[in-house]
C-alpha cells in the first residue's frame, strides 16, 4: 500500500461520481470482465422468451404447440441457474481487484479477475447457496408483508368510501394512503437489501467465510439503505437511457414501415430485440454498480470503524493499532472525537486516496536523517520517550502529550506535528 494512504468520508453523490470516473477510466476491462455472463444471459433470455413467445402465438391461433418452442422455453428455464452462478462468480471478481485497485494502485484485469475467483471459489460457492437461502426467507417475509399492506390499503380504502366525504378528499385520502404503503413497502426491501449489499466485499475483500461474511455485511450494512437505494436508482436510469437511446432508432423504423401493430409485441421478433437492446446496456451499466457498492464498502468502514486512522497508525508505525480515547459524554450522548490537526493533502484518486506531505526539516533546518540505518525498533523508540518524559522531550501543542522521537503525528489525539 502507498505510505501515508489517506481515506475520507464521502457522500452519496461523491461515492457514485468517483466510481463513473474510474469507470471510465477503466472502461475496456471492466466491460470485458461483465462481457462473458452477459452474453450467457442473453443466449438463456432467448431461448426462454423465444419459446415462451412461440407457445403463447400457437395458443391464441389454436394451433398445437410446437416441439422446438417447448424445448427451447425447457433449455433456457435450466439456463438461469447456471447464468446467476457464473454471474455471482463475476460480481465477486469483480469487487477484489476494483477493491485492490482502488487500495493498491494494481491494473484490473481478466485474468486478475479469474485468479481472485479461482483463489475463493469454495467461499464463493457457499455464498451463493447462502444467498439463494436469504432471498427465499426474505420473498417470503416480504410476500407475507405486500399481503397484509394490500389488505390494509383495501381497508382504509373502504373505511374512506363508507365515510361519505366529498369526491376531492376521498380522492386524496385514498391517493396519498397508495403513496404510502408503496413507500414503506419500497423501504423495507431497500432495507434488506443493505443488509446484504456488502457480502461479497468481505468474502473477497477480507477474506472471511460465508458465515461469517454475512453478520459482517448485515453490520457495515445497518443504515444505508438509502445509499444502496440511491446507487440502484442511479444505475438503472443509466441502464434505461442506454436502452431507450439504442431502441429509439429500431422502434421510428417499424413504425414508419407500418410494422408495429399490437401482434408485433407478442410475435419471437420482438422478445429477440427487447432482449437484445436490454442486455447491451446492461453490459454497460453493470459495472457502476459493482464499482460504486465496493466503494460504499470503503467509506462505511470508514464511517463505522476508523479504517483511515487505522490504515495510518500501521502505515507510520507498522505493528500500532490506533485507538480513541474515550469522550465525556454530554446527557448521555457519546462526543465525537475531534482532530484538532488539519492534514494537507491532494484529491488525486477515486476514494479519496492521496499522499501526505511528510515533514521535511527540522526545528532547527537541519534534514531529519530517514537512512534505513538509522531507523531505531519500536522497543528503543518508547524507552527513549520514556528517559526523555520531562524537560526535554517534545510534547504535542494540541493535547499536551509526550510525542515519540520524530514522530509525525500525535499518538493520543491524532494532531500533526
Request: charged share 10%; proline share 5%.
Amino acid at each position: 500500500m502507498a505510505t501515508f494512504t489517506i481515506l475520507e468520508p464521502m457522500s452519496t453523490g461523491d461515492v457514485i461520481d468517483r466510481a463513473v470516473r474510474l469507470y471510465r477510466r477503466n472502461f475496456t476491462p471492466l466491460v470485458s470482465i461483465v462481457a462473458l455472463p452477459t452474453l450467457i444471459g442473453w443466449i438463456v433470455s432467448m431461448m426462454f422468451w423465444y419459446g415462451y413467445t412461440s407457445l403463447l402465438a400457437s395458443a391464441s391461433g389454436q394451433r398445437s404447440f410446437p416441439l422446438s418452442a417447448i424445448w427451447m422455453l425447457a433449455l433456457g428455464g435450466m439456463g438461469y441457474p447456471v447464468w446467476g452462478f457464473l454471474l455471482l462468480l463475476t460480481v465477486s471478481g469483480l469487487t477484489r481487484v476494483v477493491g485492490d485497485h482502488v487500495m493498491l494502485g494494481e491494473r484490473i484485469t481478466f485474468r486478475g479477475c479469474i485468479s481472485a475467483v479461482r483463489r475463493r471459489f469454495g467461499a464463493i460457492t457457499l455464498m451463493g447457496l447462502l444467498s439463494m437461502a436469504l432471498v427465499l426467507a426474505a420473498y417470503i417475509v416480504v410476500s407475507i408483508v405486500l399481503v397484509v399492506l394490500i389488505l390494509v390499503v383495501g381497508l382504509l380504502v373502504g373505511v374512506i368510501a363508507a365515510a361519505r366525504l366529498p369526491q376531492w378528499i376521498a380522492t386524496t385520502a385514498v391517493v396519498i394512503t397508495v403513496i404510502v404503503a408503496v413507500a414503506f413497502f419500497i423501504l423495507l426491501i431497500l432495507v434488506v437489501a443493505a443488509r446484504v449489499a456488502f457480502l461479497p466485499q468481505s468474502v473477497m475483500i477480507e477474506g472471511e467465510s460465508a458465515g461469517s461474511a454475512l453478520g459482517r455485511a448485515m453490520r457495515l450494512g445497518k443504515g444505508n439503505w438509502y445509499r444502496v437505494g440511491a446507487i440502484v436508482l442511479f444505475t438503472y436510469f443509466v441502464s434505461l437511457s442506454l436502452q431507450s437511446a439504442l431502441m429509439m432508432p429500431v422502434v421510428i423504423g417499424l413504425y414508419l414501415s407500418g410494422a408495429l401493430t399490437a401482434e408485433f409485441f407478442f410475435s419471437p421478433l420482438w422478445s429477440i430485440l427487447y432482449t437484445s437492446f436490454r442486455d447491451v446496456s446492461n453490459l454497460l451499466s453493470f459495472p457502476i454498480s459493482i464499482v460504486s457498492f465496493t466503494l460504499l464498502y470503503f467509506d462505511s468502514r470508514v464511517r463505522k470503524e476508523a479504517y483511515d486512522v487505522d490504515l495510518l497508525a500501521r502505515e507510520i508505525n507498522p505493528g500500532f493499532y490506533w485507538q480513541p480515547p474515550a469522550q465525556p459524554s454530554v446527557l448521555g450522548f457519546q462526543m465525537p472525537v475531534q482532530f484538532s490537526g488539519a492534514r494537507e493533502y491532494v484529491q488525486t484518486s477515486p476514494l479519496g486516496l492521496a499522499g501526505y506531505r511528510p515533514v521535511t526539516s527540522t526545528a532547527s533546518g537541519e534534514q531529519p536523517d530517514q537512512s534505513p540505518g538509522s531507523a531505531e525498533e519500536p522497543s528503543e523508540k518508547f524507552e527513549v520517550a520514556e528517559n526523555l518524559a520531562g524537560e526535554h522531550a517534545a510534547t504535542c501543542k494540541a493535547c499536551g502529550a509526550t510525542l515519540m522521537p520524530n514522530a509525525r503525528f500525535c499518538m493520543t489525539c491524532g494532531s500533526e506535528v
